[in-house]
């Protein structure tokens, strides 16, 4: 994956809770093309069917065709807001949703083709996002629940946003569930990917001072990360790496950017993703253990 500086995410730092986004990527550039997660659509440019370059009613005939394909996102997002509120009743949960960046355009059919993910990406935020009032109120929150659905430009992309203040998926929780009710050991492990984490990512930390106070501060903030499973502080030119989860490969980019890069005392991070586990064995070698005693005995 990348390697990044220390940056700030386009719109800022994200408030407490969860930003999961779809990137769009390769937005038509006045006629070379556009696409989503790589599939390419692909419009002649003008000075493609001209040796000498394209005529103004060439670029005239291309900036037309191009206005009837693209339309603003906010019939978009409104019905999306709908089907946000409309849900969030359905399972007993008070949402109040907002919208921005109705503005931006987008061609239809990239809209036609995201449509769906878009709605996986709300259900989540309500669903997995959002808590029951009652354990909201418990938690010091109001009991309506928050969720921003936005769309903003960055460049020759469209990211699609979508922002929810709940506590997401509790892995700890689900792990105790699991002992009580008989699924699971009390030594074995909860599999991240069985339950929808299909994204592992390890992060290695580079901070500007390495002063004891500014380390502890940042070990704290990773305990408060529900997406860093392991914080581990290392002797070398990477003062941590971070053990991290995320359902999708855009949740885990919206914690890169929008929390992690951003954090206090943050200089350097970069990432690899895991392709592949050949070995993940939790505790100690048991085996190793017994061998040592036998001969110290």
């Given amino acids: 994956m990348a390697s990044a500086r220390r940056s700030t995410a386009a719109g800022g730092a994200t408030e407490p809770g969860k930003v999961r986004d779809v990137d769009i990527v390769g937005l038509f550039d006045l006629g070379t093309s556009f696409g989503i997660d790589g599939s390419i659509i692909t419009i002649a440019s003008p000075k493609d069917r001209e040796p000498d370059g394209p005529s103004d009613i060439d670029r ?9 394909q693209v339309q603003p996102l906010r ?7 709908r089907h946000t509120c409309e849900l969030a009743r359905s399972l007993g949960k008070e949402v ?5 960046g109705g503005q931006v355009q987008l061609d239809r059919r990239i809209l036609e083709a995201i449509r769906e993910a878009a709605l996986h990406l709300v259900h989540n935020a309500v669903d997995h996002g959002i808590e029951e009032v009652a354990e909201r109120r418990a938690a010091g929150k109001d009991s309506v629940g928050a ?3 936005g769309a903003e430009t960055d460049g020759d992309r469209v990211r699609l946003v979508v922002e929810d203040d709940g506590a997401g998926v509790n892995l700890d929780a689900v792990r105790k569930k699991a002992i009580a009710r008989g699924l699971l050991g009390e030594n074995e492990d909860v599999d991240p990917r069985e339950l929808g984490f299909e994204v592992h990512v390890f992060a290695m930390v580079g901070l500007q001072s390495q002063a004891e106070a500014d380390l502890r501060a940042f070990e704290d903030r990773c305990r408060a990360w529900p997406l860093v499973r392991e914080c581990h502080m290392l002797n070398g030119e990477v003062d941590f790496i ?6 999708d490969l855009s949740s885990f980019q919206n914690f890169l ?3 992690l890069l951003t954090a206090p005392n943050v200089e350097s991070v970069k990432t690899s993703l895991v392709i592949r586990s050949a070995k993940d064995d939790p505790g100690v070698p048991f085996d190793v ?4 005693l036998k001969r110290s005995a």
Avoid: N, Y
């Avoid at 005239?60 to 009837?68: F, G, R, V």
């Avoid at 019939?75 to 807001?81: D, K, M």
């Avoid at 971070?242 to 359902?247: D, E, R, T, W």
């Avoid at 253990?289 to 040592?292: A, F, I, S, V």
């Fill in 75 to 81: 019939p978009f997002l409104q019905t999306l807001a």
């Fill in 242 to 247: 971070l053990k991290c989860v995320a359902p």
């Fill in 257 to 259: 950017t929008g929390e």
């Fill in 96 to 100: 109040e949703v907002t919208t921005s």
């Fill in 147 to 149: 969720i921003h659905l």
């Fill in 289 to 292: 253990m017994e061998d040592r």
């Fill in 60 to 68: 005239e005939q291309l900036e037309a065709t191009l206005k009837l």
